[in-house]
């Protein structure tokens, strides 16, 4: 059974950080492309950033300078550094795990979501 359970959300003021953390449970955790998406009240999910098994990164524009993700391949877990932190970074932030066989299949898995209010 494949988990992923993130922690770390949470309400805080504008121009703070918090750190967002994903531990996966049930995958092979190294090959996989880890992420962070976000969705906000009344839009569509969309990408925050992505780290692949190999460790190259992907930002969205909105967000590069102020977020960081990085992996644990140890500890199986990815997290979310956010800092310098505004008002429209509110949503529910979603950890996913994606990898592709060599046949092409696909393998994505989801957390939960974990809520960000930025808000003073």
């Known amino acids: 059974q494949v988990q992923l359970v993130e922690s770390g959300g949470g309400l805080v003021q504008p121009g703070g950080s918090l750190r967002l953390s994903c531990t996966a449970s049930g995958i092979i955790f190294s090959i996989y492309t880890m992420g962070w998406y976000r969705q906000a009240p009344g839009k569509q999910r969309e990408l925050v950033a992505t780290i692949a098994s190999g460790g190259s990164t992907n930002y969205a524009d909105s967000v590069k300078g102020r977020f960081t993700i990085a992996r644990d391949n140890l500890k199986n877990t990815v997290y979310l550094q956010m800092n310098s932190l505004k008002p429209e970074d509110t949503a529910v932030y979603y950890c996913?795990?994606?990898?592709?066989?060599?046949?092409?299949?696909?393998?994505?898995?989801w957390g939960q979501g974990t809520q960000v209010t930025v808000s003073s």
């Open positions: 996913n795990a994606e990898y592709y066989s060599s046949y092409g299949s696909p393998y994505v898995y």
